[in-house]
């Protein structure tokens, strides 16, 4: 594991390499990538991993990887995306991760024959099927779906742990709806999707001591995720053996950055997503099993400085998404020692950082932030720089930066 004091040094070097560039600036740390890259391959175990493309959103670096061994195909999370990357990318395994009602689009995947054989949707119910037949009543090509099964816990007293995603829970429910994809002419039902975000997406080691509560919230949520998996290894299990008698499935995704190893264990998955765990945004910094480095950063420019011991940065409203809280906006690391301003916190055009560095940072000088998951840096700048020790070596576009706006 790292040190923050290699990373204070690492942030140093990446502002040194960029200073030439006007911000904001989003860079990449290559060996920074590289380890999160072998140590995703490492965790999985061998078990292919599946790109998911809505935390990266940098073609060229979906491609680069999917170009290694021990990755394999694309989770894309909007059906214009998958279709462009089939085609533009020539990505030949694309899953959708949610479900699609652009008729438009659908009628776009059906028509297109390379398309509709790489890219399959996500379907949760009849409802989804009766929407593809009419968005594209007449095909040439069947349309690739896979069912998304419902991996959260219906735990006693508790209730529902976990996102609410598809109403497909029971093994009963799976196999009504594989019966039902079976029986619908223009349509072939080829995988099984199931996302444990409770056990992928919450960290089990958030810092705190004991008068925070931490600790005990931590034993708990270990508690939790143990008894998800066993309910989840069983079920999935008895719901993939049962889909298998009536077609033949060609994959089964499941997991996420946060559960490699656990999902690894699930004989009935073929492949695991991960996307946050490549660039390392500061959300896994409370996971106990493994630390991601941060290997990508943004650069904001200093254009105030309002009072003593306060600079003013210019943008920073890079905010994640899920529930609004602290944990959800960029962390500034560099340089050490500055904090928000509770009341105002990053703002979309301007962002007031406290700190007894703020003394020594001049109108033009960069701060640089730490994004929370993977995603909203690629929407708010065009390219992003990769740099390679001192330097500067290559810049290449985001989704934004060719054009594209998916969602």
């Not at 959103?57 to 999370?77: E, K, M, P, Q, T």
């Not at 816990?153 to 429910?173: E, F, K, N, T």
């Not at 529930?323 to 560099?334: F, H």
């Not at 000088?365 to 929407?379: I, L, Y």
Request: aromatic share 6%; hydrophobic share 45%; charged share 20%.
């Amino acid at each position: 594991m790292t040190t923050a004091a290699t990373h204070i040094d690492q942030w140093d070097r990446i502002d040194r390499a960029t200073a030439h560039l006007d911000g904001p600036v989003v860079a990449l740390d290559r060996n920074a990538f590289e380890a999160n890259v072998a140590d995703l391959r490492r965790r999985a175990g061998g078990m292919p991993i599946r790109v998911a493309s809505k935390s990266l959103r940098v073609r060229s670096v979906i491609d680069d990887i999917l170009a290694r061994d021990g990755f394999a195909g694309v989770l894309a999370y909007d059906i214009d995306e998958a279709i462009w990357l089939a085609t533009r990318s020539g990505v030949t395994d694309v899953l959708m991760g949610y479900p699609t009602a652009r008729r438009a689009s659908i009628a776009a995947l059906a028509a297109d024959e390379v398309a509709a054989s790489r890219v399959t949707l996500l379907v949760d119910s009849t409802d989804h099927l009766d929407l593809i037949d009419a968005a594209a009543p007449v095909r040439a090509h069947p349309i690739r779906v896979a069912i998304d099964l419902d991996a959260s816990l219906d735990a006693p007293l508790v209730g529902h742990i976990g996102v609410h995603r598809s109403p497909v829970h029971s093994v009963d429910d799976a196999v009504a709806l594989a019966r039902a994809i079976v029986a619908r002419p223009g349509v072939t039902l080829v995988g099984v999707m199931s996302y444990e975000a409770q056990i992928a997406g919450v960290g089990d080691a958030a810092p705190g001591g004991l008068g925070s509560g931490a600790p005990l919230r931590n034993r708990l949520i270990r508690t939790m995720q143990t008894a998800s998996m066993a309910e989840l290894r069983r079920r999935r299990g008895a719901a993939v053996a049962a889909i298998g008698e009536l077609c033949d499935l060609e994959f089964v995704n499941a997991g996420g950055t946060g559960s490699l190893e656990v999902t690894a264990a699930d004989p009935s998955v073929t492949d695991i997503a991960a996307g946050s765990g490549f660039f390392g945004g500061h959300l896994f910094d409370t996971y106990s099993h493994f630390r991601p480095a941060p290997a990508l950063g943004f650069g904001l420019q200093v254009v105030r400085r309002p009072r003593q011991g306060m600079v003013t940065c210019h943008g920073g409203g890079w905010i994640a998404s899920g529930p609004p809280a602290p944990d959800r906006l960029p962390l500034p690391v560099w340089p050490p020692g500055l904090a928000y301003i509770d009341r105002e916190a990053a703002g979309e055009v301007q962002t007031p950082l406290r700190g007894d560095a703020a003394d020594a940072l001049a109108i033009g000088d960069r701060v640089w932030f730490r994004h929370t998951k993977s995603g909203e840096p690629a929407e708010h700048c065009a390219a992003i720089v990769i740099v390679d020790g001192d330097e500067v070596v290559d810049t290449v576009p985001t989704y934004r930066g060719e054009g594209m706006c998916f969602l």
